[in-house]
């Protein structure tokens, strides 16, 4: 990493003076004779990110977008020339959010208080998408996608439970009803980061609530903020109940991810041990397609090529939980 540098979305910066700079001034471990930055514990770890990442380090981005600058002719270094000098270590983000500097590492555009917005940086600088075109397109001729008929957008119908398989155990408990269960990115918290303090707990219930239709809710006598209880072979969440007309019939989602550590009751279901978070009910699927790489704008990487979210999306039983117990 010293001597080649650290890069990714098509871009690199050298590094070699920042990692020299981090043996004088963060814990180091020694293996052999030679002396390295430590990632033994997990603040060193988040110190070490931190410090050589184009989004927490200004001098860093500039680097990354000189190096963009070679590559496409364009004047690109003014995105990054005011924030050079901006660090941030674990204690900054510990006292108060900080917001990430420009860096060619993202394609939205954040200075002057902006919202992040994508390919603002495409759009606005003239910067190639990381197509084959260099624009945006439909139709993509790889071979996997010929093969499996997306070569251009096309309807999928939601998977169903038969498909999913993830109630070939799971049995009905009392007054249940079977819901199709999806995790959208989160309401009230950046993933887990900043949901615990008092202002975001009160928003939230001092939960991640279970978001489900009204009518569907009626049947099974669920009032909003009830108790619920909800299951599939893979896990189980307690939680609240949050009963709102605007979620689809049918359909029921936990906002991802909070930390399983704000009011998690006892499951009945499960031998009144502790219940899990929306990850319980979820497992990994991957898309024959989209493990495709090395041409054009494919390029797999695990949990981050796209473009659907099949692991967040399955079917569960849910029924009200019958006794609280902490």
């Known amino acids: 990493m010293r001597d080649k540098g650290l890069g990714a979305h098509g871009t690199s910066y050298a590094i070699e003076d920042f990692y020299d700079k981090m043996l004088e001034t963060h814990p180091t471990v020694t293996w052999g004779e030679v002396r390295y930055p430590s990632l033994k514990d997990a603040l060193h770890v988040c110190n070490a990110i931190l410090n050589l990442a184009t989004t927490t380090n200004g001098e860093l981005a500039y680097r990354s977008y000189k190096n963009m600058e070679e590559k496409t002719g364009l004047s690109l270094t003014p995105l990054a020339e005011k924030s050079r000098s901006v660090r941030a270590t674990f204690k900054d983000i510990q006292a108060q959010p900080r917001r990430l500097i420009n860096s060619p590492m993202w394609s939205g555009l954040t200075e002057n208080g902006r919202a992040y917005s994508p390919f603002t940086y495409n759009k606005e600088m003239m910067v190639p998408w990381r197509t084959l075109t260099g624009r945006q397109h439909f139709y993509l001729d790889h071979p996997l996608y010929l093969q499996f008929g ?11 439970e ?11 408990a009392g007054k249940s009803k079977m819901l199709s269960f999806l995790t959208p990115h989160g309401k009230w918290q950046i993933h887990s980061t900043y949901g615990d303090n008092q202002r975001m707990t009160t928003l939230s219930r001092g939960v991640e609530p279970f978001w489900m239709n009204d009518k569907d809710a009626a049947e099974l006598d669920i009032l909003d903020n009830d108790w619920v209880e909800v299951h599939n072979d893979h896990g189980v969440v307690v939680t609240r109940a949050a009963v709102s007309a605007r979620i ?6 936990i906002y991802h991810s909070p930390e ?10 499960r031998g009144n041990k502790r219940a899990g978070g929306h990850n319980s009910l979820t497992r990994v699927r991957l898309k024959p397609n989209l493990m495709a790489g090395g041409y054009a704008q494919f390029t797999y990487h695990f949990n981050y090529w796209g473009p659907t979210g099949a692991n967040r999306d399955t079917h569960i039983f849910v029924r009200k939980l019958p006794e609280l117990k902490w």
């Open 248 to 253: 689809p019939k049918g359909i029921c989602f």
């Open 150 to 160: 997306e070569h251009l957008p096309t309807y999928k119908p939601k998977p169903t």
């Open 162 to 172: 038969a498909g999913h398989k993830d109630l070939l155990f799971s049995k009905e």
């Open 260 to 269: 399983r550590t704000l009011s998690v009751p006892k499951s009945p279901l």
